[in-house]
């Protein structure tokens, strides 16, 4: 599915992680040897990771970024008209916890919320489907129609300390990103992909359970499904290196991102990543990431970005965009 939004700008993205960075070797060496867990390292690139501990919650992250960047920007509160939270581990079954964080903010009732149970594909779909939510809202006493999106999950709650696969995986995060409905003729072109045959592939059965993973089958959809739908979707909206000044994709792994570039042929130096020290931050991948790199990005006062997500569901997207650098703000710890 290929589609367009237009009049939506991003006017700034925040990041917060916990306050525990996890160095994988020294962490893991004697429970899984060194020479094994050297080997690992070398295929995920994940060397250290930021893990919350028990009583830090995904929504205290994304409130956090998100009042971080509220006032960064100086917005007024009541302004917010959309906030969803894409996350895989909520507060609660009820309400959404989105509407928990709204009264955190202290943002007004005028303000469509939800949540989006969804992980790595998150910020992609949170993308489009806030952008398209602002579209449909009309301007009320000449106020601006402003949204937060918030994407982040503790997924290393749900991750059994001594599976070797996923062990060293995941870190936690969580993400802010601002929009406002635009005058100027900016757009987002968008893809989108499901298919719920492979539902079973990265599955968590509830919030008391570990998350199972089939790596091999997750490898083959991500350099065979996700690989050309991303290329259809760059040969559909004539996307190319020339007209791009960065990707980001799902900080899933070295192993798998490399692939993925490759087959793409992106320059590397062209390329973005970040789960070298972050590791697999879920819905929050490529915000984090955006925001580990804005002294680079900041360079110039505008990019062009194109962006590509994929995992659980299974669900995959892309999506391009225009990015002001001067309110992308860095990753900051959860005091």
Not at 4 to 22: A, D
Not at 52 to 71: I, R, T, Y
Not at 80 to 95: G, M, Q
Not at 136 to 165: C, M, N, Q, W, Y
Request: charged share 20%; proline share 2%.
């Amino acid at each position: 599915m290929f589609g367009k939004i237009g009049n939506i700008r991003i006017c700034g993205i925040n990041t917060v992680v916990p306050n525990n960075c996890v160095n994988n070797m020294e962490s893991y060496a004697v429970q899984f040897g060194e020479k094994k867990l050297k080997r690992q390292i070398r295929m995920t690139g994940m060397e250290e990771r930021f893990v919350a501990k028990d009583g830090v919650s995904s929504s205290q992250l994304c409130k956090e970024a998100a009042d971080q960047l509220l006032k960064e920007l100086g917005w007024e509160r009541d302004t917010v008209r959309a906030l969803l939270y894409v996350t895989e581990t909520p507060d609660y079954v009820l309400p959404s916890t989105s509407f928990k964080i709204q009264k955190q903010l202290g943002i007004s009732e005028d303000c469509v919320v939800y949540d989006i149970n969804l992980g790595c594909s998150g910020w992609i779909v949170g993308m489009q489907t806030i952008s398209s939510i602002m579209r449909s809202i009309e301007p009320e006493d000449e106020k601006p129609v402003r949204a937060l999106l918030l994407t982040g999950s503790i997924s290393t709650s749900h991750v059994a300390a001594d599976d070797f696969a996923t062990a060293m995986l995941f870190g936690d995060a969580g993400a802010a990103t601002a929009l406002e409905l635009s005058v100027q003729d900016e757009e987002f072109c968008y893809m989108q992909k499901s298919d719920g045959t492979g539902y079973q592939h990265i599955f968590m059965e509830s919030q008391d359970s570990s998350v199972q993973m089939n790596g091999p089958a997750v490898f083959e959809f991500t350099i065979n499904q996700v690989v050309d739908s991303i290329m259809k979707f760059m040969e559909h909206f004539h996307v190319c290196d020339e007209t791009v000044d960065f990707y980001v994709f799902h900080q899933a792994q070295k192993f798998i991102v490399d692939n993925m570039v490759e087959l793409l042929g992106c320059p590397t130096e062209k390329v973005i990543s970040s789960y070298y020290s972050y590791g697999n931050t879920a819905a929050a991948a490529i915000p984090l990431t955006i925001c580990l790199h804005k002294d680079k990005l900041r360079e110039k006062d505008r990019v062009i970005m194109m962006a590509a997500g994929f995992g659980v569901g299974l669900s995959w997207g892309a999506i391009t965009f225009d990015l002001d650098t001067d309110h992308i703000m860095g990753i900051s710890l959860l005091e």
